[in-house]
């Protein structure tokens, strides 16, 4: 229910659909036509600035954990999926920018800075959930040279939250786990495993830039794709205290 109510929210709270709105409006009321493309120009130009954006996330983001800085091994990490699509008829994974989880946690076992893989994540979607990512990433991994002996699936989470409770129930939790994932998403991360009892370090990637760009392009003009990304940081601030209210 309330994993309903979070898309929903964060559904009617995205710029672009108050953007539409106000274009709308701006057909229909022609005495507020002025105001209403001002309002929609105001709003464009906000979400679409990517300095704006930058400054923002970061405050939002967990901090980077850099790999010559870990010093202990740990039993495992636990990689949360929502980084790929598979074709089924071509048999080819599709990785989206989130990759970068996938990445660095070949290079965390790769270093034996973890020991073991947990693939954590089924299908998000709320019909039609017959693909299950774990499993598809799972083979992918055994292909190139993982054994898969160090692999283990969660395959049924459909959220965080269930990403959460379904990991909760096949590893041990006197351990500590290492926990990869998107910059942007550890917050909403850590907070459910912390609930499901699970004891994690944050090893975030996809982290935004430290510094500021002085590209004069990224300051001033605003940037399709930044609309975006605000979609995906309202959609994990809502995700984040839905969970903390209803947990």
Not at 101 to 126: F, P
Not at 227 to 233: D, K
Request: glycine share 4%; hydrophobic share 45%; proline share 2%.
């Amino acid at each position: 229910m309330f994993f309903i109510i979070s898309k929903i929210l964060a559904f009617i709270i995205k710029p672009t659909f108050w953007i539409l709105i106000l274009l709308i409006l701006a057909l229909i009321f022609k005495k507020r036509r002025k105001l209403f493309l001002i309002s929609s120009l105001i709003i464009f130009y906000f979400f679409s600035n990517d300095f704006i954006f930058n400054e923002i996330v970061k405050t939002w983001e967990e901090p980077y954990l850099s790999i010559p800085t870990i010093t202990k091994q740990y039993k495992a990490g636990i990689l949360l999926a929502g980084f790929s699509e598979y074709d089924r008829q071509t048999k080819i994974h599709n990785f989206k920018k989130e990759a970068d989880r996938l990445i660095y946690t070949l290079q965390l076992y790769n270093l034996k800075i973890i020991n073991k893989i947990i693939i954590s994540g089924g299908n998000g979607m709320l019909v039609g959930n017959k693909y299950k990512e774990a499993q598809t990433i799972q083979e992918f991994l055994i292909r190139n040279k993982i054994s898969e002996k160090d692999i283990i699936i969660e395959s049924k989470s459909r959220n965080t939250k269930e990403n959460a409770l379904y990991t909760a129930k096949i590893i041990d939790k006197k351990y500590e786990y290492l926990l990869i994932t998107s910059a942007i998403h550890m917050k909403r991360s850590q907070l459910c495993f912390k609930k499901a009892g699970v004891k994690t370090i944050p090893f975030t990637v996809d982290n935004t830039m430290s510094y500021r760009s002085q590209n004069i392009e990224r300051i001033i003009f605003p940037r399709a794709q930044t609309l975006e990304r605000w979609e995906e940081l309202i959609h994990e601030i809502i995700g984040y205290y839905v969970y903390k209210i209803s947990w």
